[in-house]
């Protein structure tokens, strides 16, 4: 890549105004460094992986309104978290969590059961509680 | 409290830390100097482990082996302690400060504020440079970042000890022992040694033989897993590829730079020719990322786009294997 060739797309760095440092080989063949504000290509990876995730989210969302799931996978899209991520903030085996997710077992948890998940959520115990996807 | 420490901005976070940290102690030593003697440049191809819902594809070894190798191989001491107790590793980075030790940090990027959310998934690799504090704020040197930041007590604990794979358990790091004499061309000769083994690794998952092994598997997913989980597939690799400054093109020209550098040190002029070689490599890296950008983004359901793309990927697979046989040939 040379100097001149350095990506100046627009990005979602750009809202931040941050840019990130690249090298690349200047007219003479010499290596030197340059500031790029974004790539087109990597933009829209990112956006596909953003796109992702709203549809989990909103599939996750429906799936609790119809009483398929307990609002602990919502939360757990919310927070772009997996099963390996969840259960290791809640300090919980992978099987416990997803067992959690059966709208019957969530009911009879615990308060401390379900603080664990509200801390791990940044939420509180009733928001975690509540929420019947809407 | 704050430390005498020069913040500058790197394509990589481990690569700058290691820099920024070693420059502080008086070591003049750029980010592809660090990448190149630690051999950072790496494949890794693990379709049974899924992150972010895709096939694991690293470009790069496991967190701290850049610094460690770097380190070992220049006789420099790097002390790293983890933490089970989130108070103890608070205390013991506020004593490095009070000695005027700037510290490195192994953090998750999920809670890190200053980032674009857009920018914060359940990555625990990140690294930055504590270097003061100021009230009951951390300074802190992100070198991904132009210019320095800060983070509260609260923020920092919450980042050190983010969960998940790879969780940081607060890990610290900083140089102890710096000998007077470092040995360079011996440092270089072995960083370069141990990245051509590495991809000409004789196992599936790793170098050369892994993107072919994704090539292939590039071919099957449209019809194993749909277009739409495929494209999904894709995007990934690219995120991976060419995020902030880490993977395919980005890891090549950081590598030419360091080969270029070599050639002069060395005094071995061949090696200026492996670094445009590589660049040339690193340009292909680039197409690649734009050629699949295309694919996810039209949407396009035929399956000759993702055989092009397989093509693609075995083309530099082939090229790479060329190089770095020669390069370990010149060393």
């Known amino acids: 890549m040379k100097e001149n060739e350095v990506p100046q797309d627009k990005s979602n760095l750009s809202t931040v105004n941050l840019k990130e440092l690249c090298y690349a080989v200047d007219e003479n063949g010499e290596y030197t460094t340059a500031l790029s504000t974004g790539w087109e290509p990597k933009t829209i990876a990112l956006e596909n992986s953003i796109q992702d995730i709203n549809e989990r989210i909103e599939i996750a969302k429906q799936n609790v309104k119809n009483g398929i799931v307990s609002p602990v996978v919502y939360f757990m899209e919310v927070h772009k978290m997996d099963w390996v991520t969840l259960s290791d903030y809640v300090g919980m085996w992978q099987w416990r969590v997803k067992r959690h997710t059966k709208p019957n077992v969530f009911k009879k948890m615990s308060e401390k059961q379900l603080k664990k998940y509200a801390d791990a959520f940044d939420i509180s115990i009733d928001e975690l509680k509540n929420f019947k996807g809407e | ?331």
Request: net charge positive; proline share 4%.
């Open chain 2, 1 to 331: 409290m704050q430390t005498n420490f020069t913040h500058h901005q790197s394509a990589h976070c481990e690569n700058g830390v290691a820099s920024n940290l070693l420059k502080f102690h008086g070591i003049n030593i750029n980010e592809p100097m660090v990448f190149g003697i630690g051999s950072g440049l790496f494949y890794f191809y693990l379709p049974i482990l899924k992150v972010n819902h895709a096939p694991a594809i690293s470009y790069r070894p496991m967190p701290g082996s850049i610094f460690n190798k770097a380190a070992k191989r220049l006789g420099i001491k790097v002390k790293r302690v983890k933490f089970s107790n989130n108070l103890q590793a608070q205390k013991a980075l506020e004593e490095n400060l009070n000695n005027n030790i700037p510290t490195g940090l192994q953090v998750g990027v999920y809670n890190l504020t200053y980032f674009p959310d857009e920018y914060r998934f359940h990555f625990n690799a990140h690294n930055l440079v504590v270097y003061g504090k100021e009230n009951n704020t951390f300074l802190i040197s992100d070198p991904v970042m132009e210019t320095v930041t800060t983070l509260t007590d609260k923020e920092l604990e919450k980042v050190r000890f983010a969960k998940g794979a790879l969780a940081p358990k607060g890990q610290m790091y900083y140089p102890i022992h710096i000998p007077t004499d470092l040995n360079w061309e011996n440092a270089i000769k072995k960083g370069i040694k141990n990245t051509c083994n590495d991809m000409l690794a004789p196992v599936p998952i790793v170098g050369i033989n892994a993107m072919k092994w994704v090539a292939k598997d590039i071919r099957k997913w449209p019809a194993k897993k749909g277009v739409k989980v495929a494209n999904h597939y894709l995007a990934q690799m690219v995120r991976m590829q060419e995020e902030i400054g880490t993977g395919g093109g980005g890891f090549r020209f950081i590598y030419a730079a360091f080969l270029q550098e070599a050639a002069v040190i060395l005094k071995n002029e061949k090696l200026k020719e492996f670094s445009t070689e590589m660049t040339i490599i690193g340009d292909m890296w680039r197409d690649f990322a734009v050629n699949a950008a295309r694919v996810y983004k039209n949407r396009s359901n035929q399956t000759d786009v993702y055989n092009a793309l397989a093509d693609e990927l075995l083309v530099i697979a082939a090229k790479e294997e060329t190089f770095f046989k020669n390069l370990k040939k010149a060393i």
